[in-house]
């Protein structure tokens, strides 16, 4: 088991910015990858974006253009900016580390987007 340590979540007004951080605990396999998905009520848990350790980023359509995934190798640590938030970003959102076939996740975050 990999303790991912999720920060950053919270109440903001429709437009405005978030940065969530997640923090994986330890030392962890140098080849992976770190990602956020959310889950909104009554919703399937989805992919908001990932980033390998080699920097390759992928994003959902919906956050496309308004977000941007960065990773500190070094730290085990992976943020997601969030920007011109709308109230349809309102979820649960989780850390995400997937290793060589195994999925690890954090304990999830609330973001409420108020219109």
């Known amino acids: 088991q990999v303790p991912l340590v999720e920060s950053g979540g919270g109440l903001v007004q429709a437009g405005g910015s978030l940065r969530l951080s997640c923090a994986a605990a330890?030392?962890?396999?140098?080849?992976?990858?770190m990602g956020w998905y959310r889950q909104a009520p009554g919703k399937q848990r989805e992919l908001v974006a990932s980033?390998?350790?080699?920097?390759?980023?992928n994003y959902a359509e919906s956050v496309k253009g308004r977000s941007t995934i960065s990773r500190d190798n070094a730290k085990n640590t992976v943020y997601l900016q969030m920007n011109s938030l709308k109230p349809e970003d309102t979820a649960v959102y989780y850390c995400?580390?997937?290793?060589?076939?195994?999925?690890?996740w954090g304990q999830g975050t609330q973001v409420t987007v108020s219109s």
């Open positions: 995400n580390l997937k290793i060589v076939g195994y999925d690890y």
């Open positions: 330890g030392s962890i396999f140098r080849i992976n990858t």
């Open positions: 980033i390998t350790s080699g920097g390759t980023s």
